[in-house]
C-alpha cells in the first residue's frame, strides 16, 4: 500500500508524528531474573502509540489530531535489553514496547491515512 504522492505537486496532506511513547498494555509475562532466581521479573508489553496530526496542504487546515496504536510481538522467549548499570545486572525494564513486523506499521495506519 503506497500512500506517499508520487510528487510534491499532487500531494493534498501533510502528516506529523509524535514520539512513540507507551500504548496499551497487552500481555505481562515472568522473565528469569539472574540476581534473585526465585522471583522472576515481570515485563508488560505495550502497543507502541504515536500522536498524529494531519493538515490539507493546499488549506493548512488540520483535518485529524488522533493517537495511533502500533500492535506486534510480545513476551518473546529471550528478551534483551540493554542494563545502564555496570555494578549488576537489575533485569529487563518492567514496560517494554511489542515489537512490531513489517505489516503492524502500516495496519495501525491505515484507518487514519484512508479516510
Not at 45 to 71: N, S
Not at 74 to 103: M, N
Request: proline share 12%; aromatic share 6%; glycine share 6%.
Amino acid at each position: 500500500m503506497e500512500w506517499r504522492a508520487p510528487d510534491a505537486a499532487q500531494a493534498v496532506l501533510v502528516v506529523c508524528l509524535g514520539e512513540p511513547a507507551d500504548g496499551t498494555a497487552l500481555h505481562t509475562c515472568p522473565y528469569e531474573n539472574k540476581m534473585m532466581p526465585n522471583f522472576p521479573s515481570n515485563v508488560t508489553f505495550h502497543k507502541i502509540a504515536v500522536a498524529l496530526k494531519a493538515y490539507e496542504l493546499r488549506t493548512g487546515k488540520p483535518v485529524v489530531d488522533t493517537k495511533v496504536e502500533i500492535g506486534g510481538a510480545s513476551c518473546p522467549k529471550v528478551l534483551r535489553y540493554r542494563s545502564y548499570s555496570h555494578l549488576a545486572d537489575l533485569g529487563p525494564p518492567p514496560d517494554t514496547p511489542v515489537t512490531p513486523t513489517d505489516d503492524d506499521v502500516p495496519a495501525a495506519f491505515a484507518p487514519v491515512i484512508q479516510k
